[in-house]
Each structure stands twice: as structure tokens, then as C-alpha cells.
């Protein structure tokens, strides 16, 4: 199905469909809270909850409904164009949208003469300057007596583009007033700085009008970088932002499940997949254990989806190479960790993979990769570990490096003992020289090896 077809209908496996109707009933009340960002990491599936959020809303029928990729338009170079465009095409064939047209026109030639002009006078200025300390005064005159000409058009060219621009906005005033309009701007995370900020100043220039609602759907941070990578780090982007928007959601990294337990958004969106997958559906990836495992590495990284998407990639990918028999049903569980374990680090952490395949591996990279504290292990140890603490106690006898990094070579044993009395079956067997020769075996694999 094509992303800008899908609806909360088709699927809404992280219960997004009531901030979707949130937005909604915002928008529609008399609150100003225009523009309104939708924030979110790269990767957090924020393009897809806003089509379903831009199909919502035509269901509905409260809004013009007007949907702009940012990034496909931002080499034009021409935002203002890019807008109105789209507005125009909401419009029905009518004298309201011949109207429209007709004052696009005037407003956006001023925009193109004001930019020649100035620079032309700047270019003026700076020649003369030049050429002053090279010849004589009279051709700083003669300059002068240029700009003075050319500062004089525009200001008058000032004066008319505020009546152009004035009267483009009743256009879009009388539009807004019968029916008020909702303005979405995908992937501004996405774009050359310095098209995200021209997108933000016109938005609160031109557009800042009664019934146009604007709703901006990006990653927060990367569009405070962009302020100041187009005005200078000694820029607050914070208070620069504070500026133009008025009210900021975040898309939330956590659903609740039915018994209203909380529950990651990635962990859920690995199970889909999973279970989705030709390739995967009927191995052992889909057991608890693995969900868990999977599970507690996503959060040590902060996984986003699309990073998600890479890992089940990648396991699907071992899966194929190796004859679709890496996990399958009869493979033992502790294999199955191991594999998949490797696969983590391929996605995850490319330097500690190479480590592996180097024969360089460093248990304290392995620990830190896997969050895992001396602490941790000493507490847990009491009770039943969790399956990646036993992964690496059993994985760190054999680093190259600090391989007594967290625990004595005397409580490595009772570990390898947990690990057999654990994981042991299957069609899993002990690697006889190298326990970290597992890890290298499956990355060399990926790397087609």
C-alpha cells in the first residue's frame, strides 16, 4: 500500500490514533497553537503517522487539507512557491482560485527582484571599495550615486510588495474564513538548513493568519541545528524557535499493552516484523526470550524503527546465506542468542564488530554494548540472570582484551556452568577453542565471507 494511502484503519500496531484525533479536536477549537510541531526521532515513523494523520483529517472534512514534502521541494529553493502551489490545487475551478493565481504572481516577482537588487548593490560596494584603494575618489562617487539609485527602487519596490503581499493574504483569509485550512510540512528535518528556516520565516511573515493552521512534522533537534547552522552557534535556537511555534508534541517511544503495562514502541514494531516476514516467521526469533533479549539491546541503543528495520533485515539476511537453518525450530535457544547477538552488533556497532573479526574483542566494548554493570551481574546472580548477562559472562573468558573485566575467572565458571545447564541443546554445540569464534563466524557471513 502506498504510504500516502494508509490510515489508523489499516494498522496502528503503537496506539497512535488517539494523539491523531487529539491534534484534531485542537485544531478545531478557537486555540492558537499554530504552527504546531510533531516532533521525533529519525526513524520513529513520524512520515506515517502523518499521512494517517492528513487522511484523518479528509475523512473528517473540517480542513483544506493541503500536504507538503519539504525535502522533494527544497531544490526549488523557492518556498513560497511550494506552498501556494499546493494551495491552489485544493482549490475547486473557480474565481476564488483565478483570484489566487493572479496575486501568486506579483508577490513572488518581488521576492526574485529584491534579491538581484541587492545583491547587484552589495557587488556595487564592494568593487568600488576595491577600486578606490587601487585608483581615485570619483569612482567611489560614481558608485555611490549607483546604490543611492538602486536603494531608492527598493524602497519603492518595498512599498508595493507589501500591497502585493497584503492583498495575497486576503485571498487566503477569505479562503481560511469559509473553511479553515490545515497545512502539513513533512521531513523539514530532512532539508539544507538554511531551506528549513525560510520555510519557518515565511510561515510566521506571510501565513500567520486566522484559520491557517500549520503543522510541522520533524525531529526538534535537527531543526534547532539548522538554526544555527544558518545563524551561528552564539544563536539561542531554543528562544529563536520559541519565536514561530506555538505548541510542540512528541511521538511517544512507549505504547501500553492490554493490560496496560508499558512497552516499547521498537520492541513492538520488531515483533511485527517478525512475524511478517517470509523468511523469519516460523524460526525462533519470535520466542519470548529472543523478544526480550532483542528487546533490552533496542533500548541500550535507543533504536529507533527504521533502525529496527535494519536488524530484522540483517537476521533475515544471515537467515538466507545460511540456508535457512540459522533459526530454525530446532535450533538451541543459546545459538539462536548468539546469532542473533552478532547480527545486534553488525547493526548496531560497526567498530565492535570489526574488533570481532580482528580477533581484538574487548570484553569492557562488549559489557558497555550490552549495558551491563559488575554490579548488575553480582545482584542478579542470586536469582536467574537474564539471558544476556549469561551471553556475556560466557562470551568474556575468551576476549582479547580485559576479559576479567567484570568477573573473576573463578565466577566465569559458575557462569559457564549456568550457561549449559541454560542454553545447551539443540543443534547448538560448544565452540572447542575460541567462544568468541561464534560472533566472528556469523559477522564474516554478513560481510560475505
Not at 36 to 53: A, P, R, S
Not at 144 to 149: C, G, L, P, V, W
Not at 163 to 168: C, F, Q, R
Not at 214 to 229: D, P
Request: charged share 25%.
Amino acid at each position: 500500500m502506498e504510504i500516502t494511502n494508509i490510515t489508523f484503519d489499516n494498522r496502528d500496531e503503537y496506539n497512535r490514533q488517539p494523539i491523531a484525533e487529539k491534534v484534531i479536536n485542537l485544531l478545531s477549537n478557537d486555540i492558537d497553537i499554530s504552527p504546531l510541531v510533531i516532533n521525533g526521532d529519525w526513524g520513529t515513523g513520524k512520515t506515517e503517522f502523518c499521512h494517517k494523520l492528513v487522511n484523518m483529517f479528509r475523512e473528517v472534512n473540517t480542513h483544506h487539507v493541503v500536504y507538503i514534502d519539504a525535502f522533494k521541494a527544497d531544490h526549488a529553493n523557492e518556498p513560497l512557491l511550494t506552498v501556494l502551489a499546493e494551495i491552489v490545487k485544493i482549490l475547486p475551478d473557480n474565481d476564488q482560485k483565478s483570484s489566487l493565481k493572479r496575486k501568486i504572481i506579483p508577490a513572488l516577482k518581488f521576492g526574485i527582484k529584491t534579491i538581484s537588487k541587492a545583491a547587484v548593490a552589495h557587488v556595487l560596494r564592494q568593487d568600488a571599495t576595491e577600486a578606490l584603494d587601487q585608483f581615485d575618489q570619483e569612482l567611489q562617487e560614481i558608485a555611490d550615486k549607483s546604490i543611492d539609485a538602486t536603494a531608492k527602487a527598493l524602497f519603492n519596490e518595498h512599498l508595493e510588495s507589501e500591497k502585493n503581499i497584503k492583498a495575497l493574504q486576503e485571498i487566503l483569509s477569505g479562503i481560511a474564513e469559509e473553511k479553515p485550512m490545515a497545512i502539513f510540512i513533512d521531513e523539514l528535518d530532512r532539508c539544507r538548513p538554511n531551506f528549513a528556516v525560510d520555510i519557518l520565516e515565511l510561515i510566521k511573515h506571510t501565513f500567520d493568519l486566522d484559520n491557517v493552521n500549520f503543522i510541522l512534522v520533524t525531529n526538534f533537534e535537527q531543526l534547532k541545528a539548522s538554526i544555527n547552522h544558518s545563524y551561528g552557534q552564539s544563536i539561542n535556537a531554543n528562544r529563536y524557535l520559541d519565536k514561530f511555534i506555538k505548541f510542540t508534541i512528541s511521538l511517544p517511544k512507549y505504547i501500553e499493552d492490554q493490560n496496560r503495562e508499558s512497552a516499547a514502541v521498537s520492541s513492538k514494531h520488531f515483533l511485527g516484523l517478525i512475524n511478517n516476514s517470509t523468511v523469519l516467521s516460523n524460526s525462533r526469533l519470535n520466542l519470548e526470550g529472543f523478544q526480550y533479549f532483542s528487546n533490552h539491546i533496542f533500548q541500550a541503543h535507543d533504536a529507533t524503527l527504521r533502525e529496527v528495520e535494519t536488524f530484522i533485515r540483517n537476521l533475515e539476511i544471515y537467515q538466507v546465506l545460511n540456508d535457512n537453518r540459522a533459526f530454525t525450530s530446532t535450533t538451541g535457544y543459546g545459538s539462536a542468542l548468539l546469532r542473533g547477538l552478532a547480527v545486534a552488533i553488525h547493526t548496531f556497532n560497526p567498530i565492535l564488530a570489526s574488533s570481532i573479526l580482528d580477533d581484538k574483542l574487548d570484553a569492557r566494548d562488549l559489557a558497555e554494548f550490552l549495558a551491563i554493570s559488575r554490579d548488575i551481574l553480582l545482584n542478579s546472580r542470586e536469582s536467574r540472570p537474564e539471558d544476556y548477562e549469561i551471553i556475556y559472562a560466557y562470551l568474556a573468558k575468551d576476549c582479547r582484551f580485559n576479559a576479567h573485566h567484570l568477573l573473576s575467572a573463578q565466577e566465569q565458571q559458575g557462569w559457564n556452568e549456568l550457561f549449559l545447564q541454560v542454553f545447551q541443546g539443540g543443534s547448538y554445540i560448544l565452540p572447542t577453542f575460541n567462544r568468541t569464534s561464534s560472533l566472528k563466524s556469523v559477522l564474516q557471513t554478513l560481510n560475505l565471507g
